[in-house]
T-cell receptor, first 115, second 111 residues
Framework: ETGVTQTPRHLVMGMTNKKSLKCEQH?????MYWYKQSAKKPLELMFV???????ENNSVPSRFSPECPNSSHLFLHLHTLQPEDSALYLC??????????????FGPGTRLTVL | RKEVEQDPGPFNVPEGATVAFNCTYS??????FFWYRQDCRKEPKLLMS???SGNEDGRFTAQLNRASQYISLLIRDSKLSDSATYLC????????????FGAGTILRVKS
């Protein structure tokens, strides 16, 4: 499936590096999301964008900086990360918000390792 | 109390068995409910939405009990390919979309 794509699929970075994760959705959806999935923990919502506007920041540290230039693209800029930030970062999109329109479709994720 | 709670399992069942998973949620204002499936090292994929009247999709049946804040998923005639982690997901908002995921229940179907 190519509805939601993410690049890179794997990323190893040092604590002083700056990198960016990219997500693109080809489904014509209006809302996009970043989630973090750490080992043996539930998915944690990080950010929500609806029509390019950020509608949710779930108390995420400022070393994670999202950017949504349009409804199809979402970035997560990373800088001065910590080893505990190592996780699977998942992007998702949905047609709208709420009810059945809120059904989210996920990308394959970026597996991030911070050394 | 966790917002969405699930038994982590694993549930080890033989092929052909019927298995049921339960999930409870803490926010009585929650509006929509879903079951997602996540295979090992893959992204979550929507299995089915859960409606108040209950709904069925082939071998899968989902039930919602708002009074008890409880959701269930029943899988009949289990297949080897059903082996996965099943995530209970609740939208905590009346408007807007804040999905809260349970930690998941692991199912292993064996021949």
């Amino acid at each position: 499936e190519t509805g939601v794509t993410q690049t890179p699929r794997h990323l190893v970075m040092g604590m002083t590096n700056k990198k960016s994760l990219k997500c693109e959705q080809h489904l014509g959806h209006n809302a996009m999301y970043w989630y973090k999935q750490s080992a043996k923990k539930p998915l944690e919502l990080m950010f929500v964008y609806n029509f390019k506007e950020q509608t949710e920041n779930n108390s995420v540290p400022s070393r994670f900086s999202p950017e949504c230039p349009n409804s199809s693209h979402l970035f997560l800029h990373l800088h001065t990360l910590q080893p505990e930030d190592s996780a699977l970062y998942l992007c998702a999109s949905s047609q709208g918000e709420g009810g059945s329109f809120g059904t989210q479709y996920f990308g394959p994720g970026t597996r991030l390792t911070v050394l | 109390r966790k917002e969405v709670e699930q038994d982590p399992g694993p549930f080890n069942v033989p092929e052909g068995a019927t298995v049921a998973f339960n999930c409870t949620y803490s926010n009585s204002a929650s509006q929509s409910f879903f079951w997602y499936r996540q295979d090992c090292r893959k992204e979550p994929k929507l299995l089915m939405s859960v409606y108040s009247s209950g709904n069925e999709d082939g071998r899968f049946t989902a039930q919602l009990n708002r009074a008890s804040q409880y959701i269930s998923l029943l899988i009949r005639d289990s297949k080897l390919s059903d082996s996965a982690t099943y995530l209970c997901v609740v939208n905590m908002r009346r408007s807007g979309n804040k999905l809260v995921f349970g930690a998941g229940t692991i199912l292993r179907v064996k021949s």
